[in-house]
């Protein structure tokens, strides 16, 4: 796997902004945040060990859209799941506005098995798209993405570094930045 350390400081020239969560309610509230600012052709590509937090991540990440966390699996033995846009005669669940591409690339033993994948479906400018283990996916990453390097700090605490890379990118940050102002100084 990539160190995220020396990852992250090859690309200072990037937006990037630190984040803490201290308990699962806590990721899945900065998931939220991050998931009410994407919007079609985004694509956020998590890194991380086992257990630090991706899917939790994601499952905000769908509360933020729109869509019910409950309803988003990990995709880990069916490698990739969508959910649909939600249509104006669709039932509860996984619904909301932006079709999401929901990618779990831990099976795959690298890029040249992840090649095989249809790039055009996975990346499409009018779906989400967020992929756990996207060190899989190295070389067929789109330019333009948001990058969350999560990371154990202890049992509870996570570390994510999330590392803008693109000018869409560049526009999520300064808005988590203003969410996460704006929640400090809510009452």
Known sequence: MVNPKSKIQSLKSEATLE??????????????????????GDVVALYGELGSGKTTLIQGMARGMGRDPDTIKSPTFVLMREYPSRSSNASAGAGGSIPLIHIDGYRLEGAPLAAWLDVDLIFAPHKVTLIEWADRFEGLMPEERL????????????????VAIGARARDIIPQLQMERTHETLSP
């Open 19 to 40: 984040l803490v969560s201290g308990s699962v309610e806590e990721t899945q509230a900065l998931g939220e945040r991050l998931g009410r600012t994407l919007r079609g």
């Open 147 to 162: 990058e969350v390097w999560l990371e154990h700090v202890s049992t509870n605490r996570r570390r994510l570094q999330v």
